[in-house]
């Protein structure tokens, strides 16, 4: 004689779940070692146990492609340092390591993302005070490096002071050249296709000798 028992709910014909409270644990439960406490264990060192095995770091969870490393993970920030961050087999995805790796339109900026380039009508506008006046007819007014690569032009005001006064200055920065004349406080504004950087050197001639 056959007889069939059906369990209430909640229940099961057998007693071999060692923690009750934790679905993810069971008989033949998959444990990982966990070498640097990030909660992701090495799929290849693992051990099939109901009860969590003591001693050691042992998780749920396996993925971890560096398991000396709390900060190499599955999850973890990807950041552009030439490490798979968080474990998904790509190496700084979304970041770029030159203009190249950005599609057209765009540069590598310095926090290594694209950036689309500036329309051709933008530029980078800056202010330059310099008012002495001794001999030499040159001179190097500062260095320049604060142009943004994006920028598809420079636009400097010089403040010359008024003994530049109606001088012609002509202002170069790497290879762009242009001159224009100081008005009579000694101020001019000077435009350079395409974006530059470096050294502003500037020279006149004219009224009086610019320094």
């Known amino acids: 004689v056959s007889q069939n028992v059906t369990c209430p709910t909640g229940y099961v014909n ?8 934790n679905s993810a644990i069971r008989p033949n439960t998959v444990w990982y070692y966990d070498a640097d406490n990030d909660t992701y264990g090495n799929a290849t060192h693992n051990v099939t146990s109901c009860n969590k095995p003591t001693p050691g770091n042992c998780v749920l969870i396996a993925g971890d492609c560096n398991d000396n490393n709390t900060n190499i993970h599955p999850g973890a920030t990807e950041i552009y340092n030439g490490v798979d961050d ?73 403040n010359l002071g008024k003994d530049a006064r109606n001088a012609q200055v002509t ?41």
């Not at 057998?14 to 409270?21: A, T």
């Open 86 to 158: 968080n474990c998904d087999g790509q190496i700084d995805e979304g970041f770029c390591g030159s203009d190249s790796q950005c599609p057209s339109g765009y540069y590598c900026g310095s926090d290594h993302t694209c950036k689309k380039k500036a329309k051709k009508t933008e530029g980078y506008t800056g202010t330059i005070d310099y008012s002495q006046d001794t001999i030499p007819a040159s001179v190097t007014l500062k260095e320049f490096s604060g142009v943004p690569k994006e920028a598809e032009g420079l636009t400097l005001t010089l």
């Open 14 to 21: 057998n007693s071999l779940d060692c923690n009750d409270n």
């Open 171 to 211: 202002v170069t920065v790497e290879n762009k050249t242009n001159t224009f004349t100081a008005n009579d406080n000694g101020t001019v504004t000077i435009t350079l296709p395409g974006f530059g950087q470096g050294e502003i050197t500037a020279r006149k001639s004219g009224f009086k000798t610019l320094t």
